[in-house]
């Protein structure tokens, strides 16, 4: 993508083409406007990734107000710089906290806006900051034993709510997808004014909207995977906590079985009426890499998980639905709940050290992470994926690839929930990941009837070298992928002039949206738009 002017406006030369100078001055100004305990450099190394970057002095700035926030792009628009927020910096395999342009070198740090701002005991809502976190919240509803459902993700407890719901993240509870639980927003346009979803309320503490839509044109969906403005404030509905949260596991018999079980199960998710919130394939590499390089995966191809949310009697009820869709085509299929978990456990504790319990161990402690994050708990028990080659600097808790050196990328793309897309689509990624020299750890994740989202992480040593083959690899998925018709949901930052690459009047009306919304290319410019109009 070219860094020049774009549809997003001239291109910010001013103080730009000042270098270390005009960066200077702006951090000078910004330690001023907030404190020097708030702004940090210029200096090299702020910033960490999952991927190798180039050396380069940027600007933290730390606001904790929609007032700070304005201000201090109005401080960077007098000394020409563009600016770069994101929420936590945990966008790990996308990009972590790195702008799109190299030359944007100021970055809004809102981690120090952190914020739950008001909730609504009875219907649900929560009014939170872009710096509260997954962890942050469960701890909020669990202090007032609230029987709701933190919309967790397998990315960890230090994760940003409102930065996943913009990055339209998605979940296993009951409300799998984290943009539609949106109910509302507050936003800083580029210019200094406020914008706020037509429910939403001025006030921080007043009543919280009920109805996602408002009035009028739907306007909230252009500052998602997008850069037109900074998220200062957002609504989320949350899911209820059921009496009763259920995961089940089973193997597909046989590789050749793949296509059959795939249309079972858009069946059963079809017409069954079952409470299931989602169901996952995973074959055995990325099976292996979860359970952080267990040996034992090697005997089957696919594994399967799914979720049944309710109360017993529906859950009970429903087990025979997913047994009978399921005949023939896998192994058993084991159901796992708190308390099944909690006995395996105890027969572990009875197992000591032999070679028996050594096998099961990891399969217990998968289960309990994934029934914590399935009722709202969030967890790293899924972290293990992108410590894959660096497994020994893997800490027990408080988890950061990118600091901890892991060279991770993700490769996301739809894939129609149909059997014969699904064999294509693995055989694509086997014959791409292996022309680089990786695996192929595929995971399928059910998005509704009709669609999966796939997921496949890209693990290697953040070297130079490393990361140019990884990259290399993504850019190669991304092109064969979506000539077969799987196009990515969600882009690395590196990839962006891929994002853009089809569909032209599409990006082009995007574009005039980030203009009108955005003259400068103030925020963020060069994330999802297209170079020229």
């Keep these: 993508m070219s860094e020049t002017a774009t549809a997003t406006g001239p291109e910010r030369s001013?103080?730009?083409?000042?270098?270390?100078?005009?960066?200077?001055?702006?951090?000078?100004?910004?330690?001023?406007?907030?404190?020097?305990?708030?702004?940090?450099?210029?200096?090299?190394?702020?910033l960490s990734d999952t991927l190798?970057?180039?050396?380069?002095?940027?600007?933290?700035?730390?606001?904790?107000?929609?007032?700070?926030?304005?201000?201090?792009?109005?401080?960077?628009?007098?000394?020409g710089q563009s600016v770069?927020?994101?929420?936590t910096g945990r966008n790990w395999g996308y990009g972590s906290s790195y702008p799109v342009a190299d030359r944007t070198r100021v970055m809004l740090d809102l981690s120090a806006m952190n914020r739950i701002l008001a909730f609504d005991a009875e219907l649900g809502l929560v009014t939170v900051e872009p710096g509260v976190t997954q962890g942050d919240l469960a701890a909020f509803l669990s202090d007032r034993q609230a029987p709701f459902i933190t919309p967790?993700?397998?990315?960890?407890?230090?994760?940003?709510?409102?930065?996943?719901?913009?990055?339209?993240?998605?979940?296993?509870?009951?409300i799998g997808d984290h943009f539609g639980a949106v109910m509302g927003i507050e936003a800083v346009l580029a210019d200094g004014t406020i914008y706020r979803s037509p429910f939403m309320p001025e006030a921080p503490d007043g009543p919280q909207p009920v109805y996602k839509?408002?009035?009028?044109?739907?306007?909230?969906?252009?500052?998602?995977?997008?850069?037109?403005?900074?998220?200062?404030?957002?609504?989320?509905?949350?899911?209820?906590?059921p009496e009763r949260v259920e995961t089940f596991y089973f193997i597909v018999r046989d590789d050749a079985l793949l296509e059959q079980c795939i249309?079972?199960?858009?069946?059963?998710?079809?017409?069954?009426?079952?409470?299931?919130?989602g169901i996952n394939f995973v074959n055995n590499q990325r099976m292996k890499a979860q359970v952080a390089g267990d040996g034992t995966m090697d005997a089957a191809k696919w594994f399967g998980t799914g979720v049944l949310f309710g109360d017993k009697a529906i859950v009970k009820a429903s087990r025979a639905g997913v047994r009978k869709a399921l005949k023939g085509l896998?192994?058993?299929?084991?159901?796992?709940?708190?308390?099944?978990?909690?006995?395996?456990?105890?027969?572990?504790?009875?197992?000591?050290r032999s070679p028996l319990a050594a096998r099961l161990e990891p399969f217990v402690s998968n289960s309990e992470g994934l029934l914590g994050i399935l009722g709202g708990q969030p967890s790293e028990f899924g972290m293990p994926l992108a410590y894959a080659r660096n497994l020994d600097a893997m800490p027990a808790t408080g988890r950061n690839p990118a600091r901890d050196g892991c060279g991770l990328l993700w490769y996301v793309p739809i894939v129609p929930m149909r059997g014969a897309d699904a064999r294509r689509y693995a055989d694509m990624v086997r014959r791409v990941c292996g022309k680089y020299g990786f695996p192929d750890p595929i995971t399928f994740s059910s998005l509704s009837p009709t669609a999966f989202d796939s997921t496949v992480p890209l693990s290697f040593e953040p070297t130079e070298e490393g990361s140019a083959n990884a990259m290399a690899c993504l850019r190669e998925l991304i092109e064969e992928g979506r000539r077969a018709g799987f196009p990515p949901y969600r882009y690395h930052s590196m990839t962006m002039d891929l994002a853009t690459a089809e569909q032209p009047v599409f990006w082009q009306t995007a574009a005039r949206v980030k203009a009108a919304l955005d003259p400068e290319g103030l925020i963020s410019p060069g994330r999802y738009v297209a170079p020229d109009v």
């Design 14 to 46: 001013a103080g730009e083409a000042d270098g270390p100078r005009a960066l200077a001055q702006f951090a000078a100004a910004a330690a001023r406007l907030l404190g020097a305990e708030r702004v940090d450099g210029p200096a090299d190394g702020l």
């Design 84 to 87: 770069h927020p994101y929420s």
């Design 52 to 79: 190798h970057r180039a050396p380069a002095d940027r600007v933290l700035v730390r606001p904790t107000t929609t007032a700070e926030v304005a201000s201090a792009l109005d401080l960077a628009r007098a000394h």
């Design 330 to 352: 896998v192994r058993r299929v084991f159901f796992i709940n708190d308390d099944r978990v909690a006995l395996a456990r105890r027969a572990l504790s009875m197992l000591g």
């Design 213 to 241: 839509w408002g009035t009028g044109p739907y306007i909230d969906g252009v500052f998602s995977q997008a850069g037109n403005a900074v998220v200062t404030r957002m609504t989320l509905r949350l899911a209820p906590r």
């Design 152 to 174: 967790t993700t397998g990315a960890g407890p230090s994760c940003s709510l409102i930065g996943n719901a913009l990055e339209r993240g998605y979940g296993l509870t009951p």
């Design 263 to 277: 249309e079972a199960i858009r069946r059963m998710l079809l017409d069954s009426g079952m409470p299931i919130s």
